[in-house]
């Protein structure tokens, strides 16, 4: 195993200072922090976060969903305007359904939770149709933003929650490549969108799932003014890092930006949401 990666099974218990160590060069795939001054279990959390796609068949615990979304409502949302839901799914053939239209992800027939979260204005429209008011603001890209910006500040409370109750969770993109028929399998009105899906559950511990390491620090914080140079020099360091990774994890070795380039090269490499404009305009958003 390369000395650059340290796997996410580390065997307790470890001093603060150890662990934080420990979980800094693994989310870097390199030591590139000196352990923090102040460290609990919450960062613990943060840190030792990835991406799980296999699951045990197991239910989520009783009160799980719950307390998520009671997480996901102490986030942060724009002047209380709460512009986002969540729809659960449970059936087995609704989300066999929903793997098709997301790419058939086979992780959305495996995990016991799917969570569709929503950038919701109907709410918006209904509350001013109740106050026999006319609104304007839902038409207009800010507010599209807004409810999206929303949606995800809600998720990854969610996220993080779930990980600090021992699941697993992986964002699924997909779910926008066909949002009408995602709209029409989940009874949407208009004026709401899926703005990604979730799955949730018990991670198998069969697969290994190590922390994937993150860009250096020097090619995402600037200081005081934006510094290209320095994104591509650790851009270039990065590259050594994911192929350490990718042995690691008997994974193909890939050129991470080669990857990147290549997953914006044109409009058909975006699966189908080359026309969310369209779909979102079929959904009840014209965004002025």
Known sequence: MPDS????????????????????????????LAPPAIWNDVLATLLAHRSVRAFLPDPVPSGTLATLIAAAQSAATSSNLQTWSVVAVTDPARKARLSVMAGSQKHIDQCPLFLIWLADLARTGQLAADLGAEVEGPQYLEMMLM????????????????ESMGLGSVYIGGIRNRPEEVAAELGL????????????????????????PRLPQSAVLHHEQYDPQ?????VANYAERMHAFQTLQNLP??????????????????????RLREALANLGFPLR
């Open 5 to 32: 990666i340290i796997p996410t099974n580390l065997v307790p218990p470890l001093a603060p200072d150890a662990a934080a160590a420990a979980l800094l060069d693994a989310r870097y795939g390199a030591p590139e």
């Open 253 to 274: 070795q890939e050129d991470w930006a080669r990857r990147v380039v290549s997953r914006v090269r044109s409009g058909a490499s975006l699966s189908g949401r080359d």
């Open 147 to 162: 409810a999206a910006i929303d949606a995800t500040l809600a998720a990854q409370n969610a996220v993080v929650a779930l």
């Open 189 to 212: 009105p208009p004026q709401t969108f899926a703005v990604f899906g979730l799955c949730v559950g018990t991670p198998d511990p069969a697969v290994r799932t190590d922390i994937k």
């Open 230 to 234: 320095a994104q591509r020099d650790a």
